[in-house]
């Protein structure tokens, strides 16, 4: 065998070996598959990452010979106090990657490079203004590589912070006379409860009780006994590490009289916060923003949504909609009851505008009853509602 055949053929099984190590046929770190987010080869196009989400994603730094080679661009939604760990990993071992961080007006904001060949990229990152910024991922050095292939690796963007462990205490006693009622156990339901709260010593003789473990920013508490009418809170547990909720029982011998609420300055945030018109392919992310309600007050929230062709849904928490008949809902003498928001995180919409979204302006209503009033929009007098409204466009 000539020099020049076996040199070619030694320079083909190099790059064989590298596609086998890159695939997972010799125990590469990651096996090779389409990279579902291309194209995001510009900002642009740029891949969306909930934050909310701990799992790492796998992508692809499609393989060429060129000098360009590929760049993945990724836009995450931040806030100011808050740090962020941006980790690149299980990199491939021909790999040598690089990011870059941008604000929303592409100015450069950090660039990292620390790591060899084959080595995890991170750092750590808090923003300075609240908005969407922008991740490039590339590779360095193409032009010394022999040959090129597609190589995997894996990113993940987090808020390490641990969570802050709110609490509820109160009491519980009869509304007509005052006296406290002893071991009445308070049901508490919602997502990332750390602590169980169904214990015996929760609930005490004279009155008091204490549930505590909430991460999540709004919670729904329940007292069901049977000689009392049922009563029921959806409690803000966001501002205040220690959340003092008094609840007075009515007599199930007594009428129940239905007190208004208090109006406060509940709002929709937008996020950006000036964003109410999006194009197909933009995320929309919309949050309820609360605030807590006056000394002695009691609610329950509902979320609707109306869309351009005028079909109307009940939305009981992130991306579950309910269709419902909107002369049903508006009728005078017997309004179809609403559902109410479910979830204990503020999330409505944090997805991407698809091509099955209709084209023009939604409205989205925030309605805050009193727990005890009927889930009716008759009774909206009794509460304050709240209207927003968004466009999308081609």
């Not at 990279?35 to 995001?40: F, G, Q, R, S, V």
């Not at 690796?153 to 462990?165: D, R």
């Amino acid at each position: 065998m000539s020099t020049a055949v076996f040199g070619k053929l030694k320079k083909h099984l190099s790059c064989q070996l590298v596609i086998a190590l890159s695939t997972g046929f010799l125990s590469a770190p990651l096996a090779a598959f389409p990279d579902l987010a291309e194209p995001n080869d510009e900002p642009s196009e740029a891949t969306f990452i909930n934050i909310g989400s701990n799992k790492p994603v796998q992508y692809t730094l499609s393989g060429s010979n060129s000098e360009s080679g590929d760049e993945d661009w990724f836009r995450f939604y931040a806030a100011p106090g808050i740090k962020y760990d941006v980790v690149l990993f299980k990199v491939g071992m021909h790999l040598d990657v690089a990011m870059e961080l941008y604000d929303r007006d592409m100015n450069l904001l950090k660039s990292v490079d620390d790591r060899a060949q084959g080595e995890n990229e991170s750092f750590t990152w808090s923003p300075k203004e609240e908005g969407e910024y922008y991740l490039k991922v590339w590779e360095r050095d193409l032009g010394s590589q022999e040959c090129r292939t597609d190589f995997q690796y894996q990113l993940s963007i987090v808020n390490p912070q641990a969570c802050e462990e709110g609490a509820i205490i109160g009491q519980v006693a009869n509304a007509l006379t005052g006296e406290k009622l002893p071991n009445i156990q308070v049901l508490v339901s919602g997502d990332n409860i750390l602590s169980d709260n169904s214990k015996a010593d929760n609930f005490k003789e004279d009155g008091d009780y204490s549930l505590e473990g909430f991460c999540d920013p709004l919670h729904t508490l329940k007292v069901e006994n049977p000689d009392f009418h049922p009563w029921s809170c959806q409690v803000l547990t966001a501002q205040i590490p220690t959340k003092v909720v008094n609840i007075p029982l009515v007599p199930i011998t007594e009428s129940l009289k239905v007190v208004p609420l208090t109006p406060n300055a509940d709002s929709w945030r937008f996020k950006p916060a000036e964003k109410t018109s999006y194009r197909r392919g933009e995320q929309l992310i919309l949050d309820l923003n609360l605030h807590g309600l006056a000394e002695g007050d009691c609610a329950a929230y509902y979320v609707g949504i109306l869309y351009p062709d005028f079909q109307f849904f009940i939305i009981t928490e992130k991306g579950q909609l309910e269709n419902v008949d909107l002369n049903k809902v508006l009728d005078p003498v017997d309004p179809l009851p609403l559902s109410r928001w479910s979830s204990s995180k503020l999330t409505v919409f944090d997805q991407e505008i698809g091509t099955d979204w209709q084209l023009g302006v939604y409205t989205v209503y925030f309605l805050k009853l009193p727990a005890a009033a009927s889930p009716t929009v008759n009774n909206v007098e009794l509460g304050q509602l709240v209207i927003t409204e968004f466009t999308v466009t081609e």
